[in-house]
C-alpha cells in the first residue's frame, strides 16, 4: 500500500478535490467513508455539491479558529492510500479500520483520545482513500507529529501483513527512498505530457542520461551519445570556468516562454549529478576512447561481456570472510549490473528485447550511492557495458543465440546474489528492485535459451552409454554431493554431457572445467544448476557456437531389377510314329 502524505492551508480546497469529478473526471462514486463523528454533511450525496463541501470545512476548521494565532499556517494534514492493483477489494469498512490505525499512528487522532483532532475519509475509487484532518485538537494544542511519515510508514508494513496486501518496500529510518529510487514526475509533469501525447520528461530523460552514460569513458563520449539520443545538455559552470553542474532538457518539452524545461541530474537522481557521472567515467578512462563498432558479428562482445560479468560475480560472492560482501561494494556492483543492463537494451534487438528493456527500467528505478573507494568494483561491470556497445547489433538468433542465452544467465544470477545480499543487509527497496530486474531476466533467459538447450539435450541422447557413464563419473567426483545430486537429476544434464564431450575434443579436462566452474561460489540460489555449469564451462572453454545435430541419412536401397522374362519355349518336335 502506497501512502503520501502532505499539509495544505486550506481545507475546503481539497474537499472539493476530494469529493468533486477530479482533474479529468476520473473520480466515481465520491462518498464519506467516516469522520470524527457522525452525521456530517457528505458533499457526494448532497444535493448541492458547493454548499455541502463549505459546510463540512466549517465543522473540521472550527479548532483552528478557535485556536486562533496559536493555529499552525499549515493546519491541514491529507494522506491519501493506495493498494496495490493486485490487492483484494477493500470495503469501507476495512478502509475505515486501516484510516483510524494510520490516524492513530501518525498522532491525528490516538486510539482512546477524546481531544483528537477532527477528520474525514474520502473515497472516490474502488483503490485508495483520502484521510483529510485538521491538526488543532480539541484542547486546542497542535497534533504532535513529528516524524509522522515514518510512523505511518512503519504502521502500513503492519497493515499489509495483516490484511493479505502486496508489501511495499520501505527504508527503516526516515525518508530513506528518496535516496534509493529514483525521483518520480509530479502530477503537473505528468498531466502536461498527458495532453501534449508525451512520456513525462522525467523518466525519459533518467533513461537516456543513463544509457548515455553506460560503458562511456569521458565527458565528450557522454555528451555525444545525449546527442544521439535526441537530449540537450547544458552545463553550469562557475565564475572560475570549471563546471558546476548539468541540466538536461527534452526538446519538446517546453515551458510557457517557450523555452526548454530544464532538469537538473540532481533532479534525476542522486546518482546523477555531475560528481557521481564524472567518478563513474574515470574508473574506465583508461580504456580505448571509441567504444561503438561495426562488428559482423555480436557473439565475441556477449562471451566477452559474459566473462567479465562472472568476474564481477566471483569478486561479489568470493570477497570478505564470510560474513557478506562490504556493503559499500554491494551498492557499486548494483550499480555496475544497471550499466550493462542499459547497454544489453540498446543493442539486443532479438525476440527477447522488451524483457531485456523491462529488465533495464526495472534496475534504472534504483539509486545506488556508494564512497568512492569503491568505484572499482565497478569496473569489470563497465567494462562489460563497453563491450557489448563495441559489439553492435545482437539478435539472438543463430550465430549468437548460445552467447545471448549464456549472458542472460549469468546476468540473472547476479540479479539473484544481488537479492539475496540486499534482503540480508535490510535494503528491501534495493531488494525488491533487485527480484524485479531478476524476474524480466528469467523470462528473457527461458526463451533465448529453449533453442540451444534443445540441440545440445539432442547432442547428449546421441551419446554411448560408456560416455555418459565416464561423464556422470567425473560430475560425482568433480562436484559436491548435494550439487553433483541437483545435476545429474536436473533437466538439462544431457545437454551439459554433450558440452563435456565437445570440451573434451577440443582439450579440455572436464573434471578441471567443473571444478572451475564452482570455484568457491555458491550454488544454492541457482534455479538449474546444470544449466549454469553448462554455460560457465563453454564460456571459460570458448567452445563455438551450438548447431542442432545433423538428421541421420537414411539408407535407401535399390530394389533389384526384376528378372528378364524367359524367352518361350521352342515348339515342341513331332513325334516319329
Known amino acids: 500500500m502506497i501512502a503520501s502524505v502532505s499539509r495544505g492551508d486550506y481545507t475546503r480546497g481539497i474537499l472539493a478535490y476530494a469529493y468533486g469529478p477530479g482533474e479529468q473526471d476520473e473520480h466515481t462514486d465520491q462518498h464519506t467513508v467516516a469522520g470524527f463523528e457522525d452525521l456530517l454533511p457528505d458533499p457526494g450525496l448532497a444535493?448541492?455539491?458547493?454548499?455541502?463541501?463549505?459546510?463540512?470545512?466549517?465543522?473540521?476548521d472550527l479548532r483552528v479558529v478557535q485556536a486562533g494565532k496559536g493555529a499552525p499556517k499549515e493546519h491541514v494534514w491529507?494522506?491519501?492510500?493506495?493498494?496495490?492493483?493486485?490487492?483484494?477489494?477493500?470495503?469501507?469498512?476495512?478502509w475505515e479500520d486501516i484510516a483510524r490505525r494510520v490516524m492513530n499512528a501518525a498522532g491525528i487522532a490516538p486510539t482512546g483520545d477524546p481531544d483528537g483532532c477532527r477528520w474525514v475519509v474520502v473515497r472516490h475509487a474502488q483503490d485508495h482513500v483520502h484521510i483529510i484532518a485538521t491538526t488543532v485538537r480539541a484542547d486546542l494544542t497542535?497534533?504532535?507529529?513529528?516524524?509522522?511519515?515514518?510512523?505511518?510508514?512503519?504502521?502500513?508494513t503492519l497493515i499489509e501483513q495483516d490484511y493479505g496486501l502486496r508489501e511495499v518496500p520501505r527504508e527503516p529510518h526516515g525518508r530513506g527512498s528518496a535516496r534509493t529510487t529514483a525521483k518520480r514526475p509530479t502530477r503537473a509533469e505528468v498531466h502536461k505530457a498527458g495532453r501534449q501525447g508525451r512520456e513525462p520528461s522525467r523518466p525519459v530523460l533518467r533513461t537516456?542520461?543513463?544509457e548515455s552514460l553506460a560503458?562511456?569513458?569521458?565527458?565528450?563520449?557522454?555528451?555525444?551519445?545525449?546527442?544521439?539520443?535526441?537530449?540537450?545538455?547544458?552545463?553550469h559552470r562557475l565564475p572560475s570556468g570549471d563546471a558546476k553542474g548539468y541540466s538536461f532538457a527534452v526538446p519538446g518539452d517546453r515551458n510557457g516562454a517557450g523555452q526548454p524545461v530544464w532538469y537538473s541530474g540532481s533532479k534525476l537522481g542522486p546518482d546523477l549529478t555531475l560528481p557521481r557521472i564524472r567518478a563513474r567515467l574515470a574508473i574506465t578512462a583508461d580504456e580505448p576512447g571509441e567504444a561503438i563498432s561495426r562488428a559482423a558479428t555480436a557473439r565475441p562482445a556477449?562471451?566477452?561481456a559474459g566473462r567479465l560479468v562472472d568476474q564481477a560475480l566471483d569478486d561479489l560472492t568470493g570477497s570478505g570472510s564470510g560474513e557478506g560482501p562490504d556493503p559499500q561494494a554491494l551498492l557499486a556492483q548494483a550499480a555496475g549490473l544497471g550499466e550493462v543492463l542499459d547497454a544489453l537494451a540498446q543493442t539486443h534487438h532479438g525476440p527477447t528485447r522488451a524483457q531485456i528493456a523491462a529488465a533495464a527500467k526495472a534496475s534504472g528505478q534504483a539509486v545506488y550511492l556508494h564512497e568512492r573507494a569503491a568505484d572499482q568494483k565497478m569496473r569489470a561491470l563497465r567494462s562489460a557495458a563497453r563491450a557489448l556497445l563495441a559489439g553492435g547489433p545482437s539478435l539472438g538468433r543463430a550465430n549468437d543465440g548460445d552467447a545471448a542465452a549464456a549472458l542472460f544467465d549469468i546476468l540473472m544470477l547476479?540479479?539473484?546474489t544481488l537479492y539475496r545480499l540486499h534482503r540480508a543487509a535490510g535494503q528491501r527497496q534495493h531488494a525488491a528492485t533487485a527480484k524485479a530486474t531478476r524476474d524480466q531476466l528469467r523470462a528473457a533467459y527461458t526463451q533465448a535459451a529453449a533453442k540451444p538447450l534443445t540441440a545440445l539435450t539432442a547432442h547428449g541422447k546421441r551419446l554411448p552409454q560408456a560416455v555418459q557413464a565416464r561423464h556422470t563419473a567425473t560430475v560425482r567426483q568433480a562436484l559436491p554431493a548435494d550439487l553433483a545430486g541437483r545435476v545429474l537429476g536436473g533437466h538439462e544434464w544431457l545437454a551439459l554431457a554433450a558440452t563435456l564431450t565437445e570440451a573434451q575434443t577440443h582439450g579440455h579436462d572436464p573434471a578441471a572445467l567443473l571444478r572451475q566452474a564452482i570455484g568457491s561460489r555458491e550454488m544454492d540460489s541457482a534455479d538449474n544448476p546444470a544449466a549454469v555449469l553448462l554455460w560457465r564451462t563453454r564460456r571459460t572453454a570458448n567452445l563455438p557456437a551450438i548447431t542442432p545435430p545433423r538428421p541421420a541419412k537414411r539408407r535407401t536401397t535399390t530394389p533389384a531389377p526384376a528378372p528378364a522374362a524367359l524367352p518361350p519355349a521352342p515348339p515342341a518336335a513331332p513325334r516319329r510314329r
Open 215 to 235: 560503458g562511456a569513458v569521458s565527458e565528450e563520449e557522454f555528451f555525444g551519445r545525449l546527442a544521439d539520443h535526441g537530449i540537450l545538455v547544458k552545463v
Open 78 to 94: 491529507h494522506c491519501s492510500l493506495r493498494a496495490a492493483p493486485e490487492d483484494p477489494h477493500l470495503s469501507d469498512q476495512q
Open 142 to 156: 497542535g497534533a504532535r507529529l513529528h516524524n509522522d511519515w515514518q510512523r505511518v510508514m512503519d504502521e502500513l
Open 302 to 304: 556477449l562471451l566477452h
Open 47 to 60: 444535493a448541492d455539491f458547493q454548499q455541502a463541501v463549505s459546510q463540512l470545512a466549517k465543522i473540521l
Open 208 to 210: 537516456a542520461v543513463r
Open 414 to 416: 547476479m540479479a539473484i
